[in-house]
């Protein structure tokens, strides 16, 4: 599955995301393709919108999903899960 999010700025922010959804879903496959926004992994279709919920919730949303002060939300909770992503590699 392939998912296209906001916020993804470096390795520290690839880091949390692969972090989280490796321990949330008990997936391995995950590849981050940072300059793109790409979020691609090995999970069952059923799961997405839990998925982009854990996303959102990191500070990820999908493309276009979030607008106004909910992007700003968003982006705000992008640079802790980034800082946190930089202190954990």
Not at 41 to 52: F, G, S, Y
């Amino acid at each position: 599955m392939k998912i296209i999010v906001d916020n993804i700025k470096c390795g520290g922010c690839a880091g949390t995301i692969t972090k989280k959804l490796t321990s949330t879903f008990d997936t391995e496959n995950i590849d981050i393709d940072i300059e793109q926004g790409i979020i691609d992994l090995d999970v069952d279709d059923a799961k997405k919108a839990e998925i982009i919920k854990v996303l959102l919730n990191l500070g990820y949303p999908e493309i276009d999903s979030v607008h106004g002060f909910n992007s700003a939300k968003a982006k705000a909770k992008s640079f802790v899960s980034c800082a946190i992503g930089k202190i954990d590699t």
